[in-house]
Each structure stands twice: as C-alpha cells, then as structure tokens.
C-alpha cells in the first residue's frame, strides 16, 4: 500500500472523530490530500494540515462543575476528662437509642 493510500485512510478515520458536514469533512480530506500529493511523507503532511485547517471544538466537560462550601470543623475537647465523659454520654446516647454495636 502506497504512503499517500494511508494517507488516506488515516484522515478518513480523524474526519470520523470531527463533528462535521460530512460533505465539508471530506473536501477538507481531500484538499490536505491534494496538498500532500509530492510530499516526501504524504500521511505527516495530510494529518498536519488537517490538524491546521480542521476548526476547533468546545467539549462540554462531562461531570458538572463541583459546589464546594465551607467546611466548618466539630469543636474538639482538649481535656482528657472531658473528652473521657463526652464520649461516654455519646455512646450512652447511642445505646438508648437502639443501637447497640
């Protein structure tokens, strides 16, 4: 297969990927080809000149934007009693509660 025939096929399979008029994306694949025509490498000449002459797209991103808040932080206890006594009525809440893990 001749280097100018994949070429070819190459620019086909980018035009694929281009959301374009098909009849737009394949003018555009042929002008590149005509252009490559007496390159000394056809296939490097058509991909950079439908890299140059292909318009360029804006991608929607595919997750939406995150929405971040402030994060306000638990008050901690530095004394080890009372640390001590709050997780004792935390737990003691929790077993009145049903839950007794």
């Given amino acids: ?9 190459r620019a ?4 694929r990927l281009l959301p374009l008029d098909p009849v737009a994306g394949v003018a555009l694949v042929l002008e590149a080809l005509k252009a490559a025509e007496g390159e000394e490498d056809p296939r490097e000449a058509v991909m950079d000149r439908l890299l140059g002459g292909a ?4 991608v929607p991103p595919a997750v939406p934007p995150l929405r ?4 306000v932080p638990e008050e901690l206890e530095t004394s080890p009693l009372r640390a001590f006594v709050a997780g004792r009525r935390r737990r003691l809440r929790q077993i009145v509660g049903g839950d007794r893990s």
């Fill in 1 to 9: 297969m001749s280097t100018l025939a994949e070429a070819r096929d």
């Fill in 55 to 58: 318009p360029s797209f804006v």
């Fill in 68 to 71: 971040r808040g402030p994060v």
């Fill in 12 to 15: 086909l399979l980018y035009l």
